[in-house]
């Protein structure tokens, strides 16, 4: 998959919920509610898909929460993700990202189509919103390379970005 003709990667600016990735195709963003710690959330995730390699950013607005609702919404975030994996065994790793304190995952188990699957991500919360930047998919899929370049081309800023995808 690295530098075959599937990929083909395009810096995304998305002012809306500030940030800027390089996604390995033209990303779609949708927003869902979701239902996380008792509560109902709005969940804005911005997508790509490459055969059957999910690449995503997907934000929170935690706006009304205390730091440790935020936190617990993170990990309930994580487990809501890992939660498409049966069967999952879970590394799981403090680190920091993008310059912020974050909670790395690297699960692996198997999906709803009975395929051995992973999920790779960063959990991790920033001017009040909690943000997920992962890749989910067959697990034969993944490339040590392409998740680097994925993980790499994403960094958080400020209102200088615009939308477009």
């Not at 890992?82 to 995952?105: E, F, K, P």
Request: proline share 3%; glycine share 6%; hydrophobic share 40%.
């Amino acid at each position: 998959m690295g530098c075959s003709p599937e990929l083909n990667w395009r810096v995304v600016n998305n002012h809306e919920l500030q940030f800027k990735a390089t996604f390995p195709d033209r990303p779609v963003q949708m927003a869902r509610e979701v239902r996380l710690n008792n509560a109902s959330h709005v969940l804005t995730l911005q997508a790509a898909k490459v055969d059957d390699l999910m690449f995503a950013v997907g934000a929170i607005s935690v706006n009304n929460e205390s730091v440790t609702e935020q936190h617990q919404l993170k990990q309930a975030l994580y487990s809501s993700m890992s939660s498409n994996l049966t069967n999952h065994r879970v590394q799981v790793q403090d680190t920091v990202y993008v310059g912020n304190q974050a909670m790395y995952v690297d699960v692996q188990g198997g999906l709803p189509n009975q395929v051995a699957g992973r999920l790779m991500g960063y959990f991790f919360i920033k001017n009040d919103t909690v943000y997920e930047v992962f890749v989910l998919g067959p697990a034969s899929l993944f490339n040590e390379q392409v998740t680097q370049q994925w993980f790499k081309g994403f960094d958080l800023n400020s209102s200088e970005y615009s939308q477009e995808g």
